[in-house]
């Protein structure tokens, strides 16, 4: 069982910056695929990014955040972060944190999730 905690979010202006990061309680996190979702208020979860496992050498963006958001990962930290640059208040949403040992599960349905942190960007 992988327990995963977020911390990192805020409440921020338009055109801010926030790093997120996502603490894992497994040793070998380099094992598992890991992701960022968001849900804005009122709506479904969505992936945001995803890195995979063994050195993060594949990542995954969906289009609304590409070129503005950055994840990466820390193994020997046991750390997952996300870095987010020019913020809009479509950004606004509960963000969590996600890991799986499949590349594809971790973008569809992860079996691991954090609690969330929330973002709250203002025009």
């Known amino acids: 069982q992988v327990q995963l905690v977020e911390s990192g979010g805020g409440s921020v202006a338009a055109g801010d910056s926030l790093r997120l990061s996502c603490t894992a309680s497994e040793r070998a996190l380099h094992l598992y695929a890991m992701a960022w979702y968001r849900q804005p208020p009122g709506k479904e979860r969505e992936i945001v990014a995803a890195v995979s496992r063994g050195g993060g050498r594949s990542t995954f963006y969906t289009d609304s955040v590409k070129d503005r958001f950055t994840i990466s990962r820390d193994d020997a930290k046991r750390t997952l972060y996300l870095q987010m640059n020019s913020l809009k208040p479509e950004d606004t949403a509960v963000y969590y944190c996600?890991?799986?040992?499949?590349?594809?599960?971790?973008?569809?349905?992860?079996?691991?999730w954090g609690r969330g942190t929330q973002v709250t960007v203002s025009s």
């Open positions: 996600a890991a799986d040992f499949q590349w594809e599960a971790v973008k569809s349905a992860p079996d691991y």
